[in-house]
């Protein structure tokens, strides 16, 4: 009998765990196939969602998915571990020993592979910045997220004790999305925290500031919905300084090079990407921030056994585009792609090239409006765009569960908006 076709996939973030949960569905029952999930945490929350997690606005228990749970459900395995290197020559990964407290759950691992996608997603580019490390909070991670909020809420805490009377100063470096999104989600935050009797910081003395070194905000994006966004945050009150590049930070104060000072109680780092630093013990080509160089097959161009997508990727489909932006619509797009790319790899056909189809972008500014563009040239805003926002993350829910399972779980939040707090007090 032939062997199993071992295909391994790192990363359990939006697009590896769509590509786990479709290729399961669709070959895993095969005898000749074996899917793998590798990731460093238990469950997964899709990463768009953190900027909510990390202001309080939304409660990420509700929302994760256990590995565990749903690899039984949909016919692939699941493996708990940090990815540590890759042996290109014996075909293995190896997994760091994964230890919990002072317990050790297991020595280093290795596990084969016959096909390996890479989908490990990205991490926040400090460029080195002068005490960024040792003084912000980044917003990665479910666990990064998790420990803003409860520094944001304990200072509430204490001023609910002894009430404050100086301003509370949050200062968020980098206009990116992220950093435009969790602006506005504090916004909203301070409002709940006072309505919910944790009144002791008044939500005017809540100083929000957002520092972006180029141009404009969201420079990724297109000066319509920058506009449209910096209109919004102005209506909070929020502070945003474009043309300021921060030099150095310290427990108190945000540091620019023109010689503006920020006083800040509490600060996140949310400018620029880089590729994980695992990337530079794969043996393959990488970009200068780390990345994956990928044909547009997916390929790394130094092994055709290994996949990169995501984040991690350095992917250019066509030569006379850029390289694809690190955005959530490519992983998607990238893991629907690669579940035929992999089918038509294991039964030793012609592989297909990539092609991305940009559908637009969406930016959430609180739970009742957002602003983007879709196809290009439609712009959107309100709670009309914040409609078209929420859909996006149906959509990821209906690959994991399907359309009958995440329509039920969209009911489920409709209805329980009235009987859940509108900020975590916990």
Known sequence: MAEK????????????????????????????????LVDANLTHIWKPLLHEVAAGTLNASNEEVNYFAHAKKNHYKFQLGYLQSVDRDRKEIVLAPLTQGEMKLADERRISYDTLVIAIGSTSNDFGTTGAKEYCHFLDNRAQADAFQRDLLNLYLQAHAMPREKPLNITIIGAGATGVELAAELHQAAQDFHRYGLDGIDP???????????????????EKVADGALKQLQKYGIQVLTKHRVEKIDAEHVYCQDGVLFDANLKVW????????????????LDRIGRIKVYATLQSIDDSSIFAFGDCAHCQPLANKPVLAPRAQVASQQAAFLVDAIIAKVRGRQLPMFQFSDKGSLVSLTQNTAVGELLGNIHVEGMLAKTMYHSLYRVHQAALYGYTKAGLLTARDFFGKGTAPLVKLH
Do not use: C, M, W, Y
């Open 270 to 285: 949310a400018a620029g990407i880089k590729a994980p630093t695992v990337t530079q013990n794969f043996g393959v080509s």
């Open 204 to 222: 005017n003395k809540v100083k929000i500031n957002v520092i972006e070194a180029a141009d404009r905000i969201l420079p990724a994006l297109s």
């Open 5 to 36: 076709h071992r295909i391994v996939i790192v990363g359990g973030g939006a697009g590896g765990l769509e590509l786990a949960t479709q290729l399961g569905q669709r070959i895993a029952r095969k005898k000749h196939i074996q899917i793998t």
